[in-house]
């Protein structure tokens, strides 16, 4: 049986009352999100913090079925490795930006049990990710600096996401940073797949909608292509 590219959408609860982050994350959920987007960052790697370990363990004792994914926007992915696994992530995913042995670390996510994934900033070149596909799950290429919710999309990389997906028909490709319904034709039909939405979604008067309107433009895209093959 051939496998094939599914679009999923992952909301990013980062620009949203995170003093309410279990209702935040179960009503995204409610809405049809496909998977939460948990933004980790460490005031190291980008210049801001968000929260770690510990709160993602609480969060993952209040929803016990959703998929998390970690965005590590840390200098020291490997050391959030097995903390994080026994949080309750599904998907553990890392800048390559800050460490030599992408590799290594991505084996030892996959020893914690989680499907690993390889980001880049806009300013890294794709050959420098695309080196480590055959060792991750999916590839993330950022859509603005990482760091703060609300930033302008940028459509220069899409070209990467291109790139991408003429050479891997069947890799996860995700994008992240100013991502909705104004940018999602660009997306979808450069081939991402992995969507990750922040304000667009968590602002939006219509979650739900909002949710069902990205999914919907990246699956016919998807589909668009399956039947020219
Ligand atoms: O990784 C991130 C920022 O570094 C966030 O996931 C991203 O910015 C989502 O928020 P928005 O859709 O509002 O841009
Ligand atoms: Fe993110």
Redesign the pocket.
Same mark, same amino acid.
């Given at each position: 049986m051939s496998r094939s590219l599914k679009a999923l959408i992952g909301p !990013?609860i980062?620009?949203s009352d995170l003093s309410k982050l279990f209702e935040e994350s179960q009503k995204l959920m409610d809405n049809g999100a496909d998977y939460l987007?948990l933004?980790v $960052?460490d005031g190291h790697f980008?210049p801001?913090l968000t929260f770690g370990h510990p709160i993602v363990k609480c969060l993952r004792n209040h929803i016990k079925d959703a998929f998390f994914e970690t965005?590590m $926007?840390v200098s020291r992915p490997e050391q959030w490795i097995a903390p994080m696994a026994d949080a309750g992530v599904n998907q553990y995913t890392f800048h390559i930006e800050p460490v030599t042995n992408v590799e290594e670390i991505c084996r030892k996510i996959k020893e914690h049990g989680m499907k690993a994934g390889v980001a880049i900033k806009p300013g890294t070149p794709v050959e420098e990710v695309e080196e480590y596909i055959s060792v991750a799950d999916m590839v993330l290429i $950022?859509t603005?600096?990482?760091?703060?919710?609300?930033?302008k999309?940028m459509e220069d990389q899409m070209a990467k996401v291109q790139y991408l997906r003429k050479h891997y028909p069947l890799l996860n490709i995700e994008v992240?940073?100013?991502?909705?319904p104004s940018t999602i034709d660009c997306c979808a039909n450069a081939g991402a797949n992995m969507i990750? !939405?922040?304000?667009?979604?968590t602002g939006s008067k219509d979650q739900m909608a909002t949710i069902k309107l990205l999914r919907d433009t990246v699956q016919t895209a998807i589909d668009k292509v399956k039947n020219t093959e």
């Open positions: !990013s980062l620009n987007h933004d $960052m980008v801001n965005h $926007m $950022m603005v600096e990482p760091g703060f919710g609300g930033q999309f992240d940073g100013g991502v909705g990750v !939405s922040g304000t667009a979604v």
